[in-house]
């Protein structure tokens, strides 16, 4: 008869648990662990029992607010994290020795703030850790989706608040939205914050439709009941519009990792907004099925910068 393994012996199916267990940190609750990888939330947690068994400690404090990480359970998450890493390492260093002469490229198409802003901290960590190569597009968010679901590329990363039906996703990080004017512009000297009712009948410098920025902030408008005004002007790219609202064109709202060098500067003047919940996520899409080392050592990674950039 085989004996019950030792406490503290991990196998290679517990690999799972293992990342079971660092989402169910990052979510605060085993049922949004359980949705990011396409498990019951039964399921989920007798994987997460079954890890704690095997190492002899109570990782997760459950309440009815969520799971939240016991003392051990800390510690275990740290060691985690380089484990998980080292996998995705090994898991590149194998695919190099393979016979084939060609390394065909990891495709991926990202949004137009994901690329300029996030994408070259993602791909500085994926060549760190020994990556192969990677074939960038660019596009806004319904763009990307759809070149994911035709197949032309492998991971998409979106900024929009729509869901794809037939695509798989998760987040990997996220920005905040933030109206920003010329400093000659009036609403520069508010000494008041706008108000949800304010940004929905003026005219503003937008992205086009199928933006995630535009989609973020109609989004948000949405939420408080208001609709957004006919745009002064649709612009296809963050740097039109940021050189429009410096030229006091008018205002216009963009993400805050896009401005920050002119709001630093004084070229671009932060408008506060009361009321409005201008925060989004950064989600990675792909086609069900389509998970490979790659791709989930990228998405991995780029989790991991946005934490470090958080």
Not at 16 to 34: C, H, K, P, Q, Y
Not at 113 to 126: G, I, K, Q, S
Request: charged fraction near 20%.
């Amino acid at each position: 008869m085989t004996s019950a393994p030792t406490p503290g012996t991990l196998r290679v199916d517990d690999l799972v648990g293992l990342e079971l267990f660092i989402d169910t940190i990052r979510f605060g609750s085993i049922s949004a662990a359980a949705r990011q990888h396409h498990l019951s939330q039964p399921s989920a947690t007798e994987r997460l029992r079954q890890l704690e068994r095997r190492l002899g400690v109570a990782l997760l404090r459950r309440g009815p607010g969520g799971s939240a990480p016991t003392e051990e359970g800390h510690a275990v998450a740290e060691w985690a994290h380089d484990v998980l890493a080292s996998i995705d390492r090994l898991a590149v260093g194998v695919a190099a020795l393979r016979t084939d002469a060609v390394r065909h490229p990891l495709r991926i198409m990202a949004s137009l703030t994901v690329a300029e802003y996030a994408l070259p901290d993602w791909l500085h960590a994926h060549r760190a850790t020994g990556g192969g190569p990677v074939e960038l597009a660019v596009g806004n968010s319904v763009a990307v989706a759809r070149t994911v679901a035709d197949g032309d590329v492998v991971l998409g990363f979106v900024e929009t608040p729509r869901r794809f039906p037939g695509l798989s996703s998760t987040v990997v990080g996220g920005d905040t939205l933030t109206v920003v004017v010329s400093p000659d512009h009036p609403w520069a000297r508010r000494r008041r914050a706008l108000a949800p009712v304010d940004l929905a009948s003026t005219p503003l410098l937008l992205r086009e439709q199928g933006s995630g920025t535009r989609d973020a902030f109609e989004a948000a408008l949405a939420a408080v009941g208001h609709t957004v005004a006919e745009p002064l002007a649709v612009l296809a790219s963050t740097t039109t519009l940021k050189t429009a609202a410096m030229a006091g064109d008018g205002p216009s709202v963009l993400s805050e990792l896009a401005v920050a060098g002119e709001l630093a500067s004084g070229r671009l003047v932060a408008v506060p907004v009361a009321g409005l919940d201008l925060r989004r996520e950064f989600r990675a899409l792909w086609r069900p099925g389509a998970t490979g080392h790659d791709v989930r050592g990228f998405v991995r990674l780029a989790r991991q910068a946005e934490a470090r950039r958080g």
